[in-house]
Structure formats: C-alpha cells, structure tokens
C-alpha cells in the first residue's frame, strides 16, 4: 500500500502514467468510446465515472504547459441536442488542479479517434454521459 495515491488508481495506471512522457497523451473514455478499436493499450476503470478518473489522473499528472491545447474535449456533432454538463465538471476539476494551465481545445468525433489512435493509452470508464471523452497532454513538474 503507498500514501496519497487515489485508490481509483489501479496498479496498471500508475504504471503507464509513469510510463509517460513529455508530449504524451491519455485518453479518459467514457461508457461508449471504442477502446479497444483505437488503441492497444487499454486500462479498464469499470465502475467508475470519467471525472472522478480525471480527478485522480490529474492529481497526479502536469499537464503540457508548452502547447495551445493540453487538454481535449470531444465535440458535439452538428445536429445532435446533447446537453453537456459533465464538461463543467471536467473544467472546475482541471482548475482545481491545473488552474490556468489547463489550456482547453474541442475536436470532432473523427478526428478525436484518430488522436486517440496516437495516445499513449486510453482508460475506459463507465461513464454514460454522452461526449464525456477527454485527452490529456502530459507536461513536466516544474
């Protein structure tokens, strides 16, 4: 057992978070994300919401201070009546955690897919909030 670490962390995470490197990037994926299609890597968190993830991911994890973008959102398609609210949430944990440095940028459905397809690893959750899928960029402790 280690102190301070978020029990939602799984062993299998804390290793790839260690892993990481500048530059890289983790997917946090919600209930209907295509894991296992977009990426090898896979860290299964069932049972557990994306923003308590990103919570115990970000508290651990600097976020890229050298990019316009260091954390990405999936956008809403056109023509989809989906309401959001979880990105509130995301956005109030990034600033607990990263405060102005948590620099927030959208992308479409596809092309968020094939960033995926490059992340380091995705972590799938049970989230069932639509569009709930986030990426983020990893930084260094300054």
Known sequence: MLKNVPRILSP???????????????????????C????????????????DVLEAIIS?????????ENVILMSVLPG???????WNDYK??????????????????FSFYE???KAYAIVATSEDALYANIILKKGVIK
């Open 12 to 34: 299998d995470l804390m290793k790839v978070l260690m892993e990481m490197g500048h530059g890289d990037e983790i997917v946090v994926a919600d209930g209907n994300f295509p």
């Open 36 to 51: 296992y299609t977009h990426n090898e890597r896979v860290i299964r968190l069932d049972g557990n919401g994306g923003n």
């Open 60 to 68: 651990m994890l600097p976020l890229d201070s050298y990019v316009d």
């Open 80 to 86: 989809d009546n989906v309401e959001t609210p979880i």
């Open 92 to 109: 109030e944990t990034l600033n607990i955690y990263e405060g102005e440095n948590a620099k927030i940028g959208f992308l479409d459905r």
């Open 115 to 117: 960033r995926a397809k």
